[in-house]
Nanobody, 121 residues
Framework: VQLQASGGGLVQAGGSLRLSCAAS????????MGWFRQAPGKERECVAV???????YYVDSVKGRFTISRENDKNTVYLQMNSLKPEDTAVYYC????????????????WGRGTQVTVSS
C-alpha cells in the first residue's frame, strides 16, 4: 500500500485546513485508516481513525474540531481540521492497515510521508 498525504501548511489560530491521503496498491475499502501526528520533542500520537466505513476514534484534544472521513471511490481519506490551535502544530501522517481499526501506531504497517501543519498564534 502506498500513501500520499497532502494539504498541510501554515495557518493562523482559529483557521482550518483539510488534509488528504490518497492510497494505492490495495482495495481501499478493505483498509482501516488513521491520522497520526508528531510534534517536536513529543511522541507520535493517534489523532483519528476511521474503519472501513465510519469514524471510530478521536483523541480528546481534537474532538469537536477535527473530522475524519473517507471516499472509497476516490481511494482517499481526509482530515478536516477546524478551530486550529498552536498546539496542533505537528507533522501529520496517514497510516493504513487491513482489517480491524486500532488507535496505536504499532498496528499500522503502511505509512505515508508526513505533511507539516503549523498553526501560528
Amino acid at each position: 500500500v502506498q500513501l500520499q498525504a497532502s494539504g498541510g501548511g501554515l495557518v493562523q489560530a482559529g483557521g482550518s485546513l483539510r488534509l488528504s491521503c490518497a492510497a494505492s496498491g490495495r482495495t481501499f475499502s478493505s483498509l482501516s485508516m488513521g491520522w497520526f501526528r508528531q510534534a517536536p520533542g513529543k511522541e507520535r500520537e493517534c489523532v483519528a481513525v476511521i474503519s472501513r466505513a465510519d469514524p471510530i476514534y478521536y483523541v480528546d484534544s481534537v474532538k469537536g474540531r477535527f473530522t475524519i472521513s473517507r471516499e472509497n471511490d476516490k481511494n482517499t481519506v481526509y482530515l478536516q481540521m477546524n478551530s486550529l490551535k498552536p498546539e496542533d502544530t505537528a507533522v501529520y501522517y496517514c497510516a493504513a492497515r487491513v482489517g480491524s481499526s486500532y488507535n496505536t501506531d504499532d498496528w499500522y504497517p503502511y505509512w505515508g510521508r508526513g505533511t507539516q501543519v503549523t498553526v501560528s498564534s
